[in-house]
């Protein structure tokens, strides 16, 4: 059994800095701030770039 850690990660999104944690399992990025989660597979798209992406769309929803 394998053990996964979350990664850091922020991004500068509409003037301000948004942080959270990625996951990388299943060829998919799983993203969680203190508010909300979010998933998508990594499509050709490095994880880090991924996560970035998915925490702007976390903050447009409210949940970042």
């Given at each position: 059994m394998s053990?996964?850690?979350w990664?850091?990660?922020?991004?500068e999104y509409d003037g301000k800095v948004i942080s959270?944690?990625?996951?990388?399992?299943?060829n998919a990025v799983t993203v969680r701030t203190v508010l909300g989660r979010k998933r998508a597979p990594l499509s050709g798209l490095t994880p880090v770039h991924l996560a970035k992406i998915l925490l702007r769309k976390l903050d447009r929803e409210g949940m970042a």
């Open positions: 053990r996964q850690c990664i850091e990660v922020s991004t959270g944690a990625y996951i990388v399992d299943e």
